[in-house]
C-alpha cells in the first residue's frame, strides 16, 4: 500500500469562491454592455436627434419624436440581446431617426431663409400682403399631421394612406407641397402676351435637355403648369387674340389696358380658349430647337470641363450585394443586356444620393439595361454602412430600374456622353412613370474593353 503525500490542499469556503465568480461574472456582464452600448452610440441617431430635435416643429417634430422612440425601443432590445438580428433592426430605425430629423431641419430651414428673403424686400415680389404671407409660413412650420408607431417603425397619414415617414411627401427630396413652402409670386398681367417673353424664361430647361425633343418636353411640361395660373391664360389668350382675331389694331404688337381687358371676353368661349392655348404652344415648341443647337454651340448647356466618352459593354454580368436576414452578406450576379461604366475620374458618377429607405448615401456608378429598361448600378458610398430601396434588404450594391429624378440628377456631361453613345447605337431612352424605358435591344458586337463593373466596391 502506498503512502499518501503530506501536502495540505487547502479548500476555498463556498462563500468565498462564490463572491469571486460573481465579481468575474459581472465584469464581463459590464464589458458586454459597455460594447453594445458604443454599438449604439456609433449610429450617431442619439446626437442627431439631440442637435435637432430643439429646431423641430409641427409635423416634423412628431415625426422625429416617434422615430427617437423606435430607436430607443430598437437600442435597448439589441443591448439586452446583442443579437444580430435585433442590432440590424436597431441600424435601421437609427438610419430612419437620422433621415428624419435632418431632413425635417433642411426643409424648415429652407421654409425660414424663403420667408426671410421675401420680409426683408418687402413682400414686394409676392402676391400676397405681409400679414397673409407670415400667417402662411406659421401655418406650414406648425402644421401637424397624423403619425403613428407600429411594428417598430413610423407611419404618416400621407394623403388617404399611411406611409413609413422615411418614404413620405412630407420628407421626399423632389419639391412637393408638402416639403415645400413657397410664396406665390406677383403675376404681371401682360407679361407674356408675347410668347418670346415667356420663352426667355424657359432658357434652363432648353440648355438641360438631352436632345431638342427632350428640351421640347421640358418646356411643354411647365407651360402646362403655367396654364393653372389664371393671369397666365388670360396672356395666351390675349396674344391669340391679337395673332389671329384682329386684336393688334396698331399692327405694333401694341395694346392698351382697356383694349386687353375687352379681349378677355374670348374666356368665355371654351373653343377660342381652346385654339389659343394650342397657338401658343405651337408658337414655343417650334421656337425650342435653335435655341437648342444655339446653346450647344456656346457650350451654356454644359459646364466647364470636356465631355467623357462612354462605352456599351454587351452581355455583362454584375455583382448585387445585401445582407440576409442574419446579418451575413451574399453576393448575386445580375446579367445585363448591356452596360456603360462611368470613370471615377472627372466628376463623372453621380454621388451622394440619400436612400428614403435608410438615410444612408449611395453613388451611381454605371447605367445598364435589362429586359427593355434602363437599370442603376448603385453602389454604398464611403461614408455609409448600406443602404435599403425601399424592399426591406440592406445594400452594398444593387442594380434595379432607374428613376427619372435619379438619371437627372446624374452630372449633365455624363448624361451628355450617355446620349451620344446611345445615339450612335441607334437607342431611343423614354419616360414611362416614374422610371426610364428603352425601345430596343443592345446589339450584340465585339466586346470592348474598358472599366471593371465591380471595381467600385
Known amino acids: 500500500m502506498s503512502v499518501l503525500g503530506t501536502t495540505v490542499f487547502k479548500v476555498p469556503e463556498l462563500g468565498e469562491l462564490g463572491y469571486k465568480l460573481d465579481q468575474a461574472n459581472e465584469a464581463k456582464i459590464k464589458a458586454a454592455r459597455q460594447k453594445l452600448e458604443k454599438t449604439v452610440q456609433a449610429t450617431g441617431a442619439e446626437k442627431a436627434y439631440a442637435d435637432n430635435a430643439m429646431g423641430l416643429t409641427g409635423i416634423y417634430k412628431q415625426i422625429a419624436d416617434a422615430e427617437y422612440t423606435n430607436f430607443r425601443d430598437a437600442a435597448i432590445r439589441f443591448e439586452e440581446t446583442g443579437s444580430s438580428k435585433d442590432e440590424q433592426l436597431m441600424r435601421q430605425a437609427a438610419s430612419e431617426l437620422n433621415y428624419a430629423v435632418t431632413s425635417g431641419r433642411a426643409i424648415l430651414t429652407s421654409a425660414g431663409e424663403e420667408y426671410n428673403k421675401n420680409k426683408a424686400n418687402g413682400f414686394k415680389d409676392v402676391g400676397l400682403d405681409p400679414k397673409q404671407a407670415s400667417q402662411n409660413y406659421s401655418d406650414f412650420t406648425n402644421r401637424m399631421g397624423v403619425v403613428v408607431n407600429k411594428n417598430g417603425r413610423t407611419y404618416v397619414k400621407d394623403g388617404d394612406a399611411f406611409v413609413p415617414a422615411v418614404n413620405s411627401t412630407f420628407l421626399q427630396s423632389a419639391v412637393n407641397p408638402n416639403n415645400s413652402f413657397i410664396l406665390p409670386r406677383v403675376v404681371e398681367q401682360g407679361k407674356y402676351v408675347n410668347f418670346r417673353s415667356y420663352l426667355n424664361d424657359q432658357g434652363r430647361a432648353i440648355t438641360a435637355g438631352e436632345n431638342v425633343a427632350d428640351a421640347q418636353e421640358r418646356v411643354d411640361e411647365l407651360y402646362n403648369v403655367e396654364l393653372k395660373k389664371p393671369a397666365f391664360l388670360e396672356d ?42 394650342e397657338w401658343y404652344r405651337e408658337r414655343l415648341l417650334e421656337s425650342v430647337p435653335p435655341l437648342w443647337q444655339s446653346s450647344r454651340r456656346s457650350g451654356t448647356g454644359v459646364s466647364g470641363g470636356s465631355v467623357p466618352t462612354l462605352n456599351i459593354i454587351p452581355s455583362l454580368n454584375i455583382a448585387e450585394t445585401k445582407y440576409v436576414e442574419d446579418g451575413e452578406m451574399t453576393s448575386e450576379d445580375v446579367s445585363l443586356d448591356g452596360y456603360m461604366a462611368f470613370p471615377k475620374t472627372g466628376a463623372v458618377i453621380g454621388t451622394g444620393y440619400a436612400s428614403a429607405g435608410s438615410g444612408n448615401k449611395y453613388n451611381i456608378v454605371g447605367i445598364g439595361f435589362k429586359d427593355g429598361k434602363v437599370v442603376a448600378n448603385r453602389q454604398v458610398a464611403e461614408d455609409a454602412d448600406f443602404f435599403s430601396l425601399e424592399t426591406g434588404k440592406n445594400y452594398t450594391s444593387r442594380i434595379s430600374p432607374i428613376t427619372v429624378d435619379e438619371f437627372y440628377a446624374l452630372p449633365e456631361k455624363t448624361r451628355i456622353a450617355i446620349s451620344k453613345e446611345l445615339e450612335k447605337q441607334g437607342i431611343k431612352i423614354e419616360r414611362e412613370g416614374k422610371f426610364l424605358m428603352t425601345d430596343y435591344k443592345v446589339q450584340q458586337s465585339e466586346e470592348s474593353t474598358g472599366f471593371d463593373p465591380n471595381s467600385y466596391k
Open 236 to 277: 395666351v389668350v390675349v396674344s391669340y387674340a391679337m395673332a389671329k382675331l384682329g386684336g393688334d389694331k396698331s399692327g405694333e404688337g401694341k395694346i392698351d389696358s382697356e383694349e386687353y381687358a375687352s379681349m378677355l371676353e374670348y374666356l368665355d368661349d371654351e373653343t377660342t380658349t381652346a385654339n389659343a392655348v
